[in-house]
């Protein structure tokens, strides 16, 4: 099943600090700096950093976008439900390189589900086309689920992030890859590469089991890490745990 041919493909770690904006927050004031937090991890080795803004500015703020924006040279991913006016109006003001659009509910904890993208492919078209009109790469967050795949195809999307949750929640202590689960991630990911886009994948990977899941889907493109990357850093260092987690997508 697996599809890795003779060259290494390069998986790009983006670094997603919404942790450092609900630290901060719970506190008030500016410790941790979530800027900071941003430039250390593009100077400690991320390819990227990502936050999800949310309406009611629980962790990340609108304003921290811009400031981040500002100062950072790696890659900037922006995720969030384009449903939210006022996200659509930040992502077009900014321009980061790339937009992820997840399906949140308002006030959602976490991201839970991935676009049903024949449901809602009209809508998605006429959103993703916003966005692309304004050079900004697409990521839409998805099920791997082959028709969610091809849905995702007619979209006109650049690329897909698989939602990995339950690839996470599955260890028995440690998934291989002849799991029932992970084949449903590599099919999911070898149509979608047949198809011609890009993969990204994100919730709950860690250091655990992150380098399975790249030996699995070694053609994978990046995937965007927080939580427990954040978690990690706690008691290993910021600049260790980074390192540590590229370490797995070689």
């Known amino acids: ?15 997603n600090i919404n942790k450092f904006a609900t630290l901060r927050n719970s506190r008030g004031g500016n410790n941790p700096n979530v800027v900071k937090a941003a430039i250390d991890a593009q ?5 990227g950093i ?5 309406p009611d500015e629980r962790h990340i703020r609108y304003s921290d976008a811009r400031e981040i924006k500002k100062v950072i040279t790696t890659e900037f991913n922006i995720e969030g439900n384009p449903l939210e006016q006022s ?20 006030g959602q904890i976490t991201s839970n589900h991935g676009w049903n993208t024949v ?5 998605l078209t006429n959103i993703i086309t916003v966005f692309k009109n304004a050079g900004i790469r697409v990521s839409i967050f998805v099920d791997p689920i082959i028709e969610m795949i091809e849905g995702a195809v007619a979209t006109g999307t650049d690329r897909i992030e698989l939602y990995t949750e339950a690839y996470a929640k599955s260890q028995e202590p440690k998934i291989n890859i002849q799991h029932p689960i992970l084949l449903n991630y590599i099919v999911a990911a070898n149509k979608a590469k047949e198809l011609g886009l890009g993969i990204n994948a994100g919730h709950d990977l860690d250091l655990h089991n992150l380098k399975t899941f790249k030996q699995a889907i070694p053609f994978l493109d990046e995937v965007s890490i927080g939580h427990a990357l954040v978690c990690d850093a706690i008691y290993l260092g910021f600049e260790n745990t980074i390192q540590m987690y590229k370490r797995q997508l070689l």
């Open 1 to 15: 099943m697996l599809n890795n041919g003779n060259s290494f493909h390069p998986t790009k770690l983006s670094v």
């Open 43 to 47: 100077v400690f080795g991320a390819d």
């Open 50 to 54: 990502t936050i999800h803004p949310r």
């Open 87 to 106: 996200f659509v109006d930040l992502v077009l003001e900014i321009q980061p390189h790339q937009v992820t659009l997840v399906p949140d509910a308002i």
């Open 119 to 123: 449901e809602h492919k009209n809508y």
